[in-house]
C-alpha cells in the first residue's frame, strides 16, 4: 500500500505535469538525473516521476544538493505562507521564516549569533529554535537564510546591471568574498559566469528588463486596482485598469541601513501568466530585494488562494479571487487610516490629498502625473496643529497623526510585515486619536497580518447583517472566529459583497 508520502508526491508530479500555477511556490521538483530543482509552472520537458523528488521549500532542495533551474528560475516564486490556530510549534516555524524572508534580517549578525537573536525575538532558546527547525523543515535557519540570500542575488544578477559588489551587499553578504565562495558552492558557478548568461539587463533609468514576480491563480486584479483607485493620492500613485494594461505606478521612498533611497516603480501585470513585471528608477536598485518584498506585501502576491478558500468560499463564494490590499509604505496608510475614520474615502482622499500638497516632496519621475512623495514621519512629526487645521483635518485626528508620527519616527513603533503584531496594535491604541478599529485595519494592510478583524467597522456590520439587535461588534467577532486565521480575507470579501464594496478609508 502505497504511503501518504507517495500519494502526495503522485499529486505533486500531476500538477508538475499539468504546469498548475496554482502550486507555484508551494513545492519545488528536485530532478536526480541533472541535479536542477525547478518550480512546478517549470516549461522545459517533464522529468520522469522515478527521477522526481519533491520539497516545500527551495532551502530544502538545495540542501539536497539541487541547483537553481535557469529558466524557471525558483527565486520568481511566491512564497509559502501557511498559517494555523493550533499547532504552537508550526505557528513559531512560520513566524521564525516570516522574520528570516525579510530583507532586513539578511545583514544581521552571522552565525549562532543571528540565531540568538532571532530565538530571542520569538521568546525561545536557539537550541529550540533549532529543533523545531530540523523536525519541521530538514534545514536549519542558517541553512534557509543562506537559500533566501542566494536566490535574491541570482534575481539581481539576472534582471538587473548592479555591480557585484552592491548585488553582494544588497543580499545581505558582508564582503563579495563570502559572496563569492556561497555562489560557487551553492551552484557551481561564480556570479559573473551567471551574468555573462546574457540574461542581465543594462540599468538604463530603470527602463531595462523588469523584475518579474509570480503569484498563485485565481487572482482578481481588477478588484485590487480598484480598491487602490478609489484612494489614490494625485502626484503620488498612479492606478491603470484598461484592456491593454494593468499596473500601479507609484513614487516610494525607504530607508535602509541608515540611508534613505527615493524613486519611483511601476507594478504591471501580465495579461497571460500570473506575473507581475516590476520596473523601478535606478536609485532603488541598491535596494531592490526590500523594494521586492513591499511589491509583494503590497500586492499580496504571496497568499495561497487554496486554503484561504476552503475556510471562506461558503460563506463568501464570489471572493475566491480577492487579495487584501497592502501598502508599500505603513508610515503613509496609517496616516491616511486615520484620516479615514468616520469619514466616506472620497473625502479622506482629499484630506489625504491636501496633506501630501503641503508637506510632500517634489521627485521627478517619467510620467507627468507623479511628480511628489508622501510626507515623511519627521515632517509630520513637527507639523504644527494649525497648519494640520487649514487642511480640513479635525483637532482629534491632528493628534492622533502627529503622536503617530513622533512614535514611528523615533522607532517605537515600526509599522512593516515583520512587525509583532500583537505589542504594535496594543502601542497604536494607546496613542491618542487610535482606537482598535484603525488599528486592526493597520495590521490588516501594512503589517500582512492575515487574521486581523476591526470588528467596529460599519459597513462590515451591514455586509453581515449584524446591524440591529446586541452590539454589532460583538456580533461580528463571535461571527468572525469562524474565518479564521483568515479574516482578513474575509472582511474584504464582505465589504465586495456590498452594492458599494470599498469601506471609508
Known sequence: ???????????????????????DGRFFTGVTSTGIYCRPVCAVRTPRRENCRFFALAAQ???????????????????????????????????????????????????????????????????????????????????????????????????????????????GFASVRRFNAAFTAHYGLNPTQLR???????????????????????????????????????????????PDEQALRRTVRLAV???????????????????????????LHPVLPQVIARVRAMLDLDADPEPIAAVLHTPFPEGDGLRVPGAFDGFELAVRAVLGQQITVA??????????????????????????????????AAAEGDALGQLGIVRQRQAAIVALARAVDSGRIALHASA????????????????DWTAQYIAMRALRWPDAFPSGDVALHKALGVRGGRPPARAALE???????????AVIRAWASMAQKLPKQ
Open 1 to 23: 500500500m502505497p504511503s501518504s508520502t507517495d500519494t502526495a508526491d503522485d499529486a505533486r508530479y500531476l500538477a508538475l505535469k499539468a504546469r498548475d500555477a496554482r502550486f
Open 61 to 171: 532542495a538545495e540542501s539536497a544538493g539541487f541547483r537553481p533551474c535557469l529558466r524557471c528560475r525558483p527565486e520568481l516564486a511566491p512564497q509559502a505562507l501557511a498559517w494555523s490556530v493550533q499547532d504552537a510549534s508550526g505557528i513559531l516555524v512560520r513566524q521564525a521564516l516570516r522574520l528570516l524572508d525579510a530583507p532586513e534580517a539578511w545583514s544581521e549578525p552571522e552565525g549562532g549569533a543571528l540565531v540568538a537573536q532571532l530565538a530571542a525575538r520569538l521568546g525561545v532558546s536557539d537550541r529550540h529554535l533549532r529543533r523545531i527547525f530540523d523536525a519541521a523543515l530538514g534545514v536549519s535557519p542558517l541553512q534557509y537564510l543562506q537559500t533566501r540570500r542566494l536566490l535574491a542575488a541570482k534575481q539581481l544578477l539576472t534582471d538587473t546591471g548592479l555591480p557585484i559588489t552592491q548585488v553582494a551587499l544588497a543580499s
Open 196 to 242: 555573462r548568461t546574457g540574461t542581465a539587463a543594462p540599468d538604463s533609468g530603470g527602463s531595462g528588463r523588469p523584475v518579474r514576480l509570480g503569484y498563485r491563480p485565481p487572482y482578481d486584479v481588477s478588484a485590487l486596482l480598484a480598491f487602490f483607485a478609489a484612494r489614490q493620492i494625485h502626484a503620488v500613485e498612479s492606478v491603470l485598469d484598461r
Open 257 to 283: 541601513g541608515g540611508q534613505v533611497h527615493q524613486g519611483w516603480l511601476c507594478a504591471r501585470f501580465d495579461p497571460e501568466r500570473p506575473l507581475v513585471a516590476l520596473t523601478t528608477s535606478d536609485s
Open 347 to 380: 473625502a479622506a482622499r482629499t484630506l489625504a490629498q491636501r496633506l501630501m500638497e503641503r508637506f510632500g516632496e517634489p521627485i521627478a519621475t517619467p510620467w507627468p502625473e507623479l511628480s511628489r512623495l508622501f510626507p515623511t514621519p519627521a515632517v509630520l
Open 420 to 435: 509583532d503584531v500583537d505589542a504594535t496594535t496594543a502601542a497604536l491604541c494607546q496613542l491618542p486619536g487610535i482606537g
Open 479 to 489: 461571527a468572525s472566529q469562524a474565518w479564521r486565521p483568515w479574516r482578513s480575507y
